[in-house]
């Protein structure tokens, strides 16, 4: 029994002698790169992501990849829009959250002379023939999902840009009738007037814009007469004035 304790006691002195168990400290003589020295080495290599790295559902941030963002609160800022045919719109520029998308689409097609910009989602042109009120869905996506907007469009006959009395100061007299003919108007047609301040007592503005009637009393006073329609509205001024009549047949003794 002695001598097989004696026996692997000295095994176990030559395998450390002869350095047999050196792989317990390998660790400790492992190598220390210099990349400054040894740039080539290849712990030395630092993985570099660039945007082709990147699949078409991510986002590259500069440094990485990240997921793409769905688009979403799309908006135009306005719901509703009634606009004249045959005058330009100001172009509206959408708004959202998330990425930016990569698809635009309306459905159904805008009308005559409006058009979307498939890469900018932007609408504008210049709007055809009138057309009753309808709704349009824009839809904006990326990979990652889409948003929609609706837009009511109305296109209107266009509106009246001028408007001119043949004279400035219309004259009556307390108790007879006195008239001013219509208007010429330059545009289109005039849907409504209106007269501010109200007319003198005992005349009225006609549907053309003529303004005739009776005056029951004396005044001198200005008004702002105006033409509107849905495209729009457009003003002038008349100063009417109502003096007593005249003496006639004007004898002397």
């Known amino acids: 029994m002695r001598s097989k304790r004696a026996s692997a006691l000295m095994l176990s002195f030559m395998m450390l002698a002869s350095g047999c168990l050196g792989m317990f400290d390998q660790e400790g003589d492992s190598e220390v790169v210099d990349c400054h020295e040894n740039p080539s080495h290849q712990e030395c290599f630092v993985p570099v992501i660039t945007e082709d790295d990147c699949t078409p559902s ?3 941030t500069g440094d990485y990849c990240r997921a793409m963002i769905m688009p979403s609160s799309l908006s135009y800022g306005i719901e509703e829009m009634i606009i004249s045919s045959g005058v330009e719109i100001q172009p509206l520029t959408p708004s959202f959250n998330g990425d930016g998308p990569q698809n635009w689409l309306v459905n159904p097609r805008l009308p005559e002379g409006l058009s979307l910009n498939r890469q900018t989602g932007v609408i504008s042109g210049t709007p055809g023939a009138p057309t009753n009120m309808a709704g349009y869905a824009i839809i904006a996506s990326n990979s990652a999902g889409h948003s929609t907007s609706i837009i ?10 001028s408007i001119r009395y043949q004279i400035e100061i219309l004259s009556c007299e307390i108790g007879r009738y006195c008239e001013i003919y219509a208007p010429l108007i330059l545009g289109g047609d005039v849907e409504s007037w209106e007269v501010e301040p109200p007319l003198p007592e005992g005349l009225r503005i006609m549907e053309d814009g003529s303004i005739q009637g009776t005056p029951s009393s004396l ?5 702002t007469i105006t033409a509107s329609s849905l495209a729009g509205a457009v003003s002038t001024q008349l100063q009417i004035v109502t003096l007593h009549e005249p003496p006639y047949a004007l004898q002397y003794p």
């Open 219 to 223: 005044g001198d006073s200005n008004h």
């Open 152 to 161: 009511e469009i109305e296109i209107v006959a266009p509106g009246p840009h």
């Open 58 to 60: 991510q986002i590259f």
